[in-house]
């Protein structure tokens, strides 16, 4: 599960994640640490609390991961103050910033308190990020918390599989209103949409146990013939068993399902009891274990984050609840959580399907679709299969008929890019109709029925272009962009992002932008004739790669100018002709699509969803791969054996 936790949080990961909120904010820069060790400040709203204890043994073990792998001494300073109380937890990040932490990652007792503090944390140069609970109006480099309208959604998707797609069920909420709660009571009834489900009531119980116990009983009499319940919290849970006797006596003998947020251990009791059916959790662990890690990459990598970080959440049956609980009591949540729902054959097929074979893009993606399958195998105790299947040509009439072979199969879950978005339709809907999930990579059908498309972000992909081309060639001179079809939304987005970026500089001129259609003599011919038009051209981006087909000498000018150190270029794609033109210095930054990914992350996506109902966003962010001359060789590496399982070394390392 580490790995999959690293693809929806920090890949995002995942990503995993989540509205499209990369690249709506400007890099922040990189952060230094003042001497050979890192010390980041975890600081809980309070101590003495089993869920933040949790979370502070994530970060210790992040602390020592990170340790052991970097070299680099990395500690986890876990403070707070015993009350959640807003005035000492202000007085706690203060206290941070006087020990000279080198970042700080906070649980907010109150928005707005926390504002004053984090920016202060920020104006002293110690970058802070928050998690479980946020501050958006300060100066944090992102939220890591769970997206609580999917946890609704996750929670319909387990009671519809326990009770079936009829019958009567009630909510039970706490505070009315409460933000988090009314997502996740969102979530649920758009979860439920469709189905012939009906919510004959949500009842409230202001976050009290007793009147959450009140509550439930009162409609289990108003509603004897109940066939389900979602527990938006677990409020009359810690009641303990006997509080709620009409409640137990329908989950025990009338075939009523329940469902509920959160997995503490006493909600773990109640599933094993028979009296829950199915959890959906927040990863508390994770809440320390990941902010360690992406602080970490911000201030050793620069790396950067959407405004809001999707943390992930366990899903838990009958069927793992064992594991989970095991996991609690040991504080050890490294391993993988077995599945809530295994294939009952002990096998998971997924049909992964290019546009065209015989491509080495997809090839690689292929690579990255057998190892996932081997990795998942191993972690998950079942036999996982990529079924690798396309035709010849990038032909959409050949793509619908190997997505109706791979549903004549009788495969379990189908990743596919998508030669025509249009023409995907029918054959995508077919296979949901027929009971198996789909989903898109590289390129979408949004109007079909896949349970979400795997991609690139375009706008960030050109604002990191921006900002490698500023490092190599300085915050003035003349730049020009060459693109392929103008007006293709891919393309038209990197150039957005490109253009942002570059604005900060007003030393910085784009003096022309050139199309090729995708064409690579004409790329040749448009990038030549600029250079010819603007001899004293400083920088291009090269929004594809096209001319870079034309191999060496064939841009003769172009060359010159590079070669020479007076002229700077980067370009999208990591290919490895790309990698070569770095390697011999004319290209100087790379922008790249993780093809490997692709495959590999479809697998860990699509196991997921079909195995743990976990709901995916429309979109999910397939992450970028950065390249200069500091990493190109390893990176060419990756490509010569295909294994891009090691973690590429920084662009710019300190």
């Not at 072979?405 to 009788?410: E, N, R, T, V």
Request: a negative charge; proline letters at 6%; glycine letters at 10%.
């Amino acid at each position: 599960m580490k790995n999959f936790l690293k693809l929806v949080s920090v890949l995002v990961l995942v990503a995993i994640a989540l509205p499209p909120l990369s690249g709506s904010t400007a890099p922040a820069p990189v952060v230094s640490a003042q001497d050979d060790a890192i010390t980041i400040a975890w600081i809980p709203k309070s101590l003495n609390n089993p869920v933040f204890e949790l979370g502070r043994d994530g970060c210790m073990k992040a602390a020592e991961e990170l340790t052991a792998s970097t070299g680099q001494t990395v500690e986890c300073l876990y403070m707070g103050s015993v009350a959640s109380d807003m005035a000492e937890q202000a007085r706690v990040i203060e206290d941070a910033i006087s020990q000279g932490v080198d970042a700080i990652g906070v649980s907010c007792n109150d928005p707005d308190g926390c504002i004053d503090p984090i920016n202060s944390a920020i104006a002293a140069g110690i970058p802070v990020m928050t998690w479980d609970s946020d501050s958006p109006g300060s100066d944090r480099i992102t939220y890591l918390g769970v997206d609580n309208y999917t946890g609704g959604v996750a929670a319909a998707n387990l009671l519809i599989r326990e009770m079936g797609t009829s019958g009567q069920v009630a909510l039970l909420t706490g505070v009315p209103g409460a933000f988090n709660l009314e997502e996740r009571i969102r979530g649920f009834k758009d979860g439920v949409a469709g189905t012939d489900i009906e919510i004959v009531t949500t009842v409230a119980c202001n976050d009290d146990i007793n009147l959450g116990v009140q509550v439930v009983e009162e409609t289990m009499l108003a509603y004897p013939d109940l066939d389900g319940w979602f527990f938006v919290g677990l409020w009359p849970v810690f009641a303990g068993k006997g509080a709620m006797p009409l409640f137990e006596e329908a989950a025990l003998n009338n075939n009523m399902k329940a469902v509920a947020f959160d997995t503490l251990p006493v909600e773990l009791e109640w599933v094993q009891d028979g009296l829950l059916h199915g959890l959906v959790g927040q990863k508390y662990w994770g809440w320390g274990y990941d902010t360690m890690f992406m602080l970490y990459d911000h201030i050793v990598n620069g790396t950067t984050f959407a405004d809001w970080t999707d943390s992930g959440m366990d899903i838990v049956t009958i069927n793992n609840v064992d594991a989970m609980a095991e996991a609690w009591a040991t504080s050890d949540f490294t391993q993988p959580l077995p599945m809530a729902y295994p294939p009952e054959d002990g096998k998971f097929t997924l049909a992964w399907i290019p546009k065209s074979l015989n491509n080495p893009v997809f090839e690689l993606g292929r690579d990255g679709c057998m190892k996932a399958a081997e990795d998942a195998s191993a972690q998950f105790g079942i036999e996982v299969e990529c079924l690798y299947m396309g035709s010849v040509a990038s032909d959409m009439a050949e793509q619908a008929r190997v997505i109706e072979d791979a549903i004549s199969q009788g495969v379990d879950a189908i990743g596919v890019s998508c030669n025509d978005p249009d023409g995907c339709v029918d054959p995508i809907n077919s296979a949901v109709s027929a009971g198996i999930p789909t989903m898109t990579w590289d390129s979408d059908s949004p109007t079909s029925d896949r349970f979400t498309y795997l991609g690139v972000d375009n706008y960030t992909g050109g604002w990191a272009a921006g900002e490698l081309l500023v490092k190599a060639m300085g915050e003035e001179g003349k730049v020009a962009l060459l693109t392929g079809v103008p007006g293709a939304f891919n393309l038209e987005e990197r150039i957005r992002g490109f253009q942002d970026y570059v604005a900060q500089y007003p030393g910085i001129e784009i003096v022309t932008t050139v199309a090729c259609n995708d064409d690579i003599n004409l790329g040749v011919q448009v990038v030549e004739e600029t250079m010819l038009a603007y001899p004293d051209l400083d920088g291009w981006f090269f929004v594809g790669l096209w001319p870079v087909f034309a191999g060496r000498g064939a841009m003769p000018l172009f060359e010159e100018a590079a070669l020479s150190g007076e002229m700077k270029a980067v370009a999208f794609d990591t290919l490895p002709v790309e990698l070569e033109w770095v390697q011999d210095g004319l290209l100087h930054g790379l922008v790249g699509q993780k093809y490997w990914g692709w495959g590999y992350d479809t697998v860990f996506m699509a196991l997921n969803h079909a195995a743990n109902l976990y709901p995916y966003p429309d979109w999910t962010d397939s992450g970028m791969d950065i390249v200069t001359a500091n990493n190109v060789d390893a990176m060419a590496e990756a490509w010569a054996t295909s294994d891009f399982t090691q973690p590429l070394p920084p662009a710019f390392p300190e």
